[in-house]
């Protein structure tokens, strides 16, 4: 059976057809499963099948899903919920939280500290719990830094509305830009509002009473998931695929998926990059030669550093 089935521009401008790739992985970035789908097959339509089919496989009777907020719609939470799975996602923050308004009424003033989290439940009606949902916790989390880059482009922004709202830039792309009525005006209440939520971050849970830190250092973790995705497309050069049928398409991603594994197992434990790994083993050479009823071996001696990691796998 054909997997590629729709040709589109990628992020990389390909126009060759594609597939989308699903991987699952541990909470250390180690793979535990992939997948592949047709590429005119959604990413938000791709993830749960792939974890009620690991979930089948080895007989788990839950799993907590970590993702972002982008790869899970409604729809999707929904249908964790009634597979009776956990969640941990990011959550978008439309307007002001009413934990942060209250804090700043009770504090007139004063700077949130750094790192402060805002907690607030989010009991499920009646009527979700008659459908089998349940209570939900938002967390929002306070950081300097990521206010300080956040007002910084909220300050370039306006200054660029400002700029072509008085007619001495074009006008150009621009979310502070207000059009009503054929006038152009700088929209106040949206700068007010991007200001007042600049330095938090939402995160939404629906298991029962976890602690921030737990909620907040899982959903952190994703850079792992990122980073092994990454090196399964560059490192390990899992694309171009010269393949259109399924089932020669499912070999090419299996060998990628056990050289990924064996990869991500050398950096956990010698604590080296798959790169300097292969760049410095590579050089070392052992070299057997019979001479009539004698085998001599000759091999370059290893720098410790490269034996004591060779010692840490062997």
């Known amino acids: ?5 729709c040709r589109h521009n990628s992020k ?33 339509k791709t993830m749960l099948p792939t974890i009620t089919a690991f979930m089948a496989a080895h007989q788990l009777p839950g799993v907590t899903v970590v993702a972002d907020a982008g790869m899970v719609s409604q729809t999707n939470r929904d249908a964790l919920e009634d597979a009776g799975l956990t ?11 009413y934990q942060v308004q209250r804090w700043h009424r009770d504090h007139p003033g004063e700077p949130i500290p750094d790192g402060h989290v805002f907690v607030q439940p989010w009991p499920a009606t009646d009527a979700q719990r008659a459908q089998g949902r349940r209570d939900k916790t938002v967390y929002y989390q306070y950081n300097h830094d990521r206010a300080r880059r956040a007002l910084r482009g909220i300050d370039q922004q306006i200054a660029k509305a400002e700029k072509a709202v008085a007619g001495q830039t074009p006008i ?34 629906n298991m029962d009473r976890p602690s921030p830190e737990l909620v907040i250092g899982a959903y952190h973790q994703l850079w792992r998931i990122e980073q092994s995705f990454r090196m399964s497309k560059h490192d390990l050069r899992a694309r171009p695929i010269y393949h259109h049928q399924r089932e020669s398409i499912q070999a090419h991603l299996t060998v990628v998926f056990a050289a990924l594994a064996v990869t991500r197992y050398l950096e956990d434990a010698t604590g080296w990059t798959i790169k300097r ?9 052992t070299v057997h030669i019979r001479a009539g009823s004698h085998t001599l071996t000759a091999e370059d001696p290893l720098p410790d550093d490269l034996r004591e990691a060779l010692a840490t796998i062997t």
């Open 277 to 285: 790994f292969v760049r410095t083993a590579r050089r070392y050479r």
């Open 1 to 5: 059976m054909e997997l590629c089935r």
């Open 87 to 97: 969640y941990i996602l990011g959550e978008r923050i439309p307007d002001i939280p």
């Open 12 to 44: 990389e401008r390909r126009l060759e057809p594609q597939i989308t790739v699903g991987l699952l992985t541990d909470a250390s970035g180690f793979p535990l499963m992939i997948e592949a789908f047709e590429g005119n097959r959604a990413e938000t």
């Open 172 to 205: 150009k792309r621009n979310r502070f830009i207000q059009l009503s009525g054929g006038q152009r005006t700088v929209n106040r209440a949206l700068e007010a509002k991007a200001r007042g939520i600049a330095g938090l971050k939402a995160y939404i849970t």
